[in-house]
């Protein structure tokens, strides 16, 4: 069996206080990840010294283009760079990186081609998740099966692992487009590998855990980002985006 290398991609746009622990618990799995990729989004604060004292090698975008911008900037440096898996999570600490085995494990040592964190399958746990948040990522499987006729339960979960190859030389996975480039990547990506069936891919139980308000919880905005993310599936489902 080849020697795998792993790339963690950790998108990270005004994550000053967070995106320090999250590359120092990265660190720890050194086992699993060869190499940590923190994509500062021309944050403002001070992001990309904070990765980069930690022990992250940081690629800052020359202006803020969102989050799926970041995470093809990440996919496209490792496979430039001979990585061939890459695992995604998140720069504000809702992830727990010590889950990354759970993710990184079946891609590895069993071949598939996508595991998808999922905090609602048995084994999986949410820590101060409100109300709304709680009913909208609820909502998205159901729309995700209506639409593709396959199940996915957490389709907005971030943490994700996966094969470099072949997923990103398959010509229906196109990430180089710009409608892409703030929370319409992620979904993309799932909608074109779930209806896929020559693709591997399972999900399993993580754990998100999201922060006080006065700590920083989200920077998505309502309605706006919340459409961000369905509208992949409405437009790949309709044939008006490729």
Known sequence: MKKEKVI???PAYNEQGKIGKVVQKV?????WVQLICVVDDHSTDNTYTEAKTAGAFVIRQTRNMGVGAAIRTGIQYGRKNGYTIGVVLSGDDQHDPEELPLVLGPVIKDGYDLIQGSRYIKGGHTVNQGLFRKVTTRIYPILFFLLTGVTCTDVTNGL???KLDPLFRD???NLDQGWLNRYELEVYLLYRIYTQKKYKKK???ITIKYHPKEIGSTKMSPLIDWWRIFRPMIFLKFGLKK
């Open 203 to 205: 999900e399993v139980p």
């Open 8 to 10: 963690a991609v950790i």
């Open 27 to 31: 660190k720890r799995q050194k086992k």
């Open 171 to 173: 010509k229906m996975i």
């Open 160 to 162: 994700r692992a996966f």
